[in-house]
């Protein structure tokens, strides 16, 4: 029995699109049995199996058996925690692909390299930023190159930064977010983006974090998906009232995150108190950066 354990991401963290993305300490969890003859996941809390045509996690480990031009094994995947919230920017997708990942190496003594492993997550969730944090954990900025290997660099933040993550009820596709996206962009929004991805990531690394609102401001896809979150506007603005240095859509949304002050309880309370009296029912998880990355164990 192999037993993987995923974080959830998350990803852009303002003007990085698609090439940044940090892991944060909630999980899903997936335990993993070879099943003679048959390909079925199971959903936290289902007896209803899905086939490999309709799941990320069988899709991303037959991905592997493709890879190293073998046959997949029957295989039984169940989900036996799921903190992650679905359609909510937290990387859900990355995690089901990282998980499908490890799990079909794992089942023939991990021959892929972990390399090897982003190339793939990368091909099948079409950018770097959730799954290669997921996979590997911590703050991360990756690049793409023209064949498709990842090259990934882990960002050390200074000590002192928490991630407050506001959840509404209601989710959203990614397809959705990126339909409202332009196809191309001016030289002043490509200058204000690079410029503060460069800010962002010397502000977090120097504990410099008096510079994160500045350095949070995007042109890329907040302003056209800021629209598509129901008080998005009003929430950043409890964020900010609250004591947040900054604010962010997290991935495609709808998850705001707000980085707090680490230990700021009183912040924190404040911020529930506030948001209890917006619509849309937001749920506040207080996250921190997860190192590690995914985790395997191997049972029996």
Same mark, same amino acid.
């Given at each position: 029995m192999i037993v993987i354990r995923v974080p959830a991401s998350t990803a852009n963290l303002g003007p990085g699109f698609d090439c940044l993305g940090a892991a944060l300490d909630l999980f899903n969890e997936f335990v993993v049995e070879p099943a003679y003859g048959v390909h =079925?996941?199971?959903?936290?809390?289902?007896? @209803?199996?899905?086939?490999?045509?309709?799941?990320?996690?069988? @899709?991303?480990?037959?991905? !592997?058996f493709s890879a190293l031009g073998r046959?997949?094994?029957?295989?039984?995947?169940? *989900?036996q925690r799921c903190d992650i919230p679905m359609n909510s920017g937290?990387?859900?997708?990355?995690?089901?692909?990282?998980?499908?990942?490890?799990?079909?190496? *794992?089942? !023939?003594?991990?021959?892929?390299?972990q390399q090897e492993l982003l190339n793939l997550a990368v091909a099948m969730e079409g950018h770097p930023d959730n799954v290669m944090a997921c996979l590997q954990g911590g703050i991360r900025a990756g690049v793409v190159d023209e064949q498709g290997n990842v090259t990934s660099a =882990?960002?050390? !933040?200074?000590?002192?930064?928490? #991630?407050?993550?506001?959840?509404?009820? #209601?989710?959203?596709? *990614?397809?959705?977010?990126?339909?409202?996206?332009?196809?191309?962009?001016?030289?002043?929004?490509?200058?204000?983006?690079?410029?503060?991805v460069g800010l962002l990531i010397t502000a977090m690394v120097n504990g410099e974090f008096g510079n994160l609102?500045?350095?949070?401001?995007?042109?890329?896809?907040?302003?056209?998906r800021l629209p598509l979150i129901p008080e998005a506007v009003g929430v950043m603005k409890v964020c900010?009232?609250?004591?947040?240095?900054? =604010?962010?859509?997290?991935?495609?949304?709808?998850?705001?995150?707000?980085?707090?002050?680490?230990?700021?309880? =009183?912040?924190?309370?404040?911020?529930? *108190?506030s948001l209890a009296a917006v619509p849309g029912e937001w749920c506040v998880y207080a996250l921190n950066v997860w190192q590690p990355g995914a985790i395997v164990e191997v049972n029996g």
């Open positions: =079925e996941f199971y959903w936290y809390g289902s007896d @209803k199996g899905q086939s490999d045509d309709d799941n990320l996690v069988l @899709k991303a480990l037959r991905s !592997v046959s997949c094994p029957g295989v039984r995947i169940r *989900t937290l990387g859900s997708s990355a995690s089901a692909i990282v998980a499908g990942l490890l799990a079909g190496n *794992t089942l !023939v003594d991990s021959p892929l390299s =882990e960002i050390r !933040v200074a000590e002192g930064l928490q #991630f407050a993550v506001l959840v509404p009820a #209601f989710g959203m596709s *990614t397809a959705r977010a990126r339909a409202v996206l332009p196809g191309s962009y001016s030289i002043q929004d490509a200058v204000h983006n690079i410029s503060r609102r500045l350095a949070l401001q995007d042109r890329m896809h907040q302003p056209q900010q009232s609250a004591g947040s240095y900054g =604010e962010y859509i997290s991935g495609a949304g709808p998850a705001i995150v707000a980085l707090m002050p680490a230990g700021d309880q =009183e912040g924190l309370q404040r911020l529930r *108190t």
